[in-house]
Structures are given as structure tokens and as C-alpha cells.
């Protein structure tokens, strides 16, 4: 089976500083970890995603994030916010062997200017 | 990327009817996909349409309820059938190539509402 917890419902941060968005997940086999971004009254945007090779994933819009495999986490990071970015972010998962997608509950950033 | 679209982008419906969401892709996909999201929750994978064949669907999600087609590569429908205020809810549409590795890209999304 696969899962993923994202812990928090909301982060809160000021305009300019950095932002972490946590997720952990919960496979068996090799996990590939996906982060999108929700607008409100929009679908789902893709941003970015960890197959394999380097632990640190950089995409879209100057977000990137860091597979932990010990830790079993894929955390959303960007070192600058912008108010831009306040959204609904959702991390998922895909166990190697499924076809299917697993997303956590999702974590709405907002962001003040 | 595939560029998707849906139609209707929301809808409003009455109590025991049955409305059809449609899904078209810019070019031919492999895997297309049925989610919903409830009001203030996350995804929930309803179904896989497969081409040429019946839908696989999730735990929890019946043809009679949410049948689907998909006579090609680039269409697929979803009707949400005897509609119940329980229903109201954000239906999309995602495609990807199948690989384990592979990205899914999603519609605009359906917002429906049930009176």
C-alpha cells in the first residue's frame, strides 16, 4: 500500500523569507514523490518530481524539494516566498508497481506581503 | 505537456439527475484518469478509463454510479448518475503515459453543485 502525510493544514510566512512545506510518505517498494499546486477555482499544476538520482529536485516557479529516503520525506521548499505563490499545495505518491497516485490532504501556504 | 480540457467547468443540477463530464486531450495518452475532490478535501481516484474496455474503478466507486467511457485515446466522459447533494464536488481529469516514473497532468476540473 501507499501513503502520504502531509502534516499541516496551513504555513503561514512572510513575503521574502523561505518556505517548507512538509510531506512523508509510506511505501513498499521505490517511491516516486510528486508535488502539485492548486489555484483557487483551478486544476492541478504540475511542479515537480524525484524518480531517482539526486536528492534535491528543482522545478517550477523556484520551488524545489529534498528526498529524505531515511526519513521517508519529500519537504517543498523555496528560499524566497512570494504572494504569488499562496495556493494549495498537494504532495503524492506512486509506489513502484502501481499505476495510480496517492496525494496527501494538501497544505494551503499563505503567504503576506 | 498534453493540454486537457473539460466541459462542462461547473454546473449546477437537481436532486436525482445525472450529469456528463467530458475530457479531451490535445493528443493521444495512455492512462486517463477520473478524481474527485469534496469540498475541502483532497484527491480521491475514482476511476481509470481504459480505452476499449470497462473502467477500473477504486474502492468505493460503482459503474452504476459513476460510469465511464472511453472510445479513444484523447476522449473520455464521466457521468455522475441519481445525483445526491453528496455529490457536489470538483471533478478532473488527469493523462499520463503509464510509467512508473511518469508524470499525471490534470484538467481545469468540473465544479458541480447539487441542489
Known amino acids: 500500500a501507499q501513503s502520504v502525510a502531509q502534516p499541516e493544514d496551513q504555513v503561514n510566512v512572510a513575503e521574502g523569507n523561505p518556505l517548507t512545506v512538509k510531506c512523508t510518505y509510506s511505501?513498499?517498494?521505490?517511491?516516486?514523490l510528486f508535488w502539485y499546486v492548486q489555484y483557487p477555482n483551478r486544476g492541478l499544476q504540475f511542479l515537480l518530481k524525484?524518480?531517482?538520482?539526486?536528492?534535491l529536485v528543482k522545478g517550477s516557479y523556484g520551488f524545489e524539494a529534498e528526498f529524505n529516503k531515511s526519513q521517508t520525506s519529500f519537504h517543498l521548499k523555496k528560499p524566497s516566498a512570494l504572494v504569488s505563490d499562496s495556493a494549495l499545495y498537494f504532495c503524492?505518491?506512486?509506489?513502484?508497481?502501481?499505476?495510480?497516485?496517492?496525494f496527501g490532504k494538501g497544505t494551503m501556504l499563505l503567504v503576506s506581503p | 505537456s498534453a493540454v486537457i480540457s473539460q466541459k462542462p467547468s461547473r454546473d449546477i443540477c437537481q436532486r436525482g439527475t445525472s450529469l456528463t463530464i467530458q475530457c479531451q486531450v490535445d493528443s493521444q495518452v495512455t492512462m486517463m484518469f477520473w478524481y474527485r475532490q469534496q469540498p475541502g478535501q483532497s484527491l480521491t481516484l475514482i476511476a481509470t478509463?481504459?480505452?476499449?474496455?470497462?473502467?477500473?474503478?477504486e474502492s468505493g466507486f460503482v459503474i452504476d454510479k459513476f460510469p465511464i467511457s472511453r472510445p479513444n485515446l484523447t476522449f473520455s466522459t464521466l457521468t455522475v448518475s441519481n445525483m445526491s447533494p453528496e455529490d457536489s464536488s470538483i471533478y478532473l481529469c488527469?493523462?499520463?503515459?503509464?510509467?512508473?516514473?511518469?508524470?499525471?497532468?490534470f484538467g481545469p476540473g468540473t465544479r458541480l453543485t447539487v441542489l
Open positions: 503524492a505518491v506512486r509506489d513502484s508497481g502501481y499505476s495510480t497516485l496517492t
Open positions: 524525484y524518480i531517482t538520482g539526486d536528492n
Open positions: 511505501v513498499s517498494g521505490n517511491p516516486y
Open positions: 488527469s493523462v499520463g503515459t503509464g510509467g512508473e516514473g511518469d508524470t499525471q497532468y
Open positions: 478509463a481504459n480505452q476499449g474496455s470497462e473502467a477500473t474503478y
